[in-house]
């Protein structure tokens, strides 16, 4: 991949162009820790429940409950965590 090519895909991922079902789950020791960040209980940590605690989270948000933290999942995870943690 030449470095105009990672650019041009970074661009238009930063300017939300590219397809969400294109961007793969995050991992999930991030996932993890931003939903104890926002007090959402992720039981054992395993796959399920994880993905049951992400599902909880979408369905309070009004995301699509579908258990996977894509892109939008995510995106959503930071802002609500930015809203409730006051500024420094």
Do not use: W, Y
């Not at 926002?38 to 579908?66: E, K």
Request: hydrophobic share 40%.
């Amino acid at each position: 991949m030449t470095v105009t090519t990672t650019i041009g895909a970074v661009v238009k991922a930063l300017s939300g162009l590219v397809d969400a079902s294109a961007n793969p789950p995050a991992d999930a020791r991030t996932v993890r820790r931003l939903l104890e960040a926002l007090r959402v209980n992720t039981g054992d940590g395993s796959p399920p429940a994880l993905s049951r605690a992400v599902t909880r989270f979408q369905t309070a948000t009004g995301l699509p409950a579908d258990g996977i933290a894509g892109p939008r999942t995510i995106h959503m995870m930071v802002t609500t965590l930015r809203r409730t943690r006051p500024a420094t």
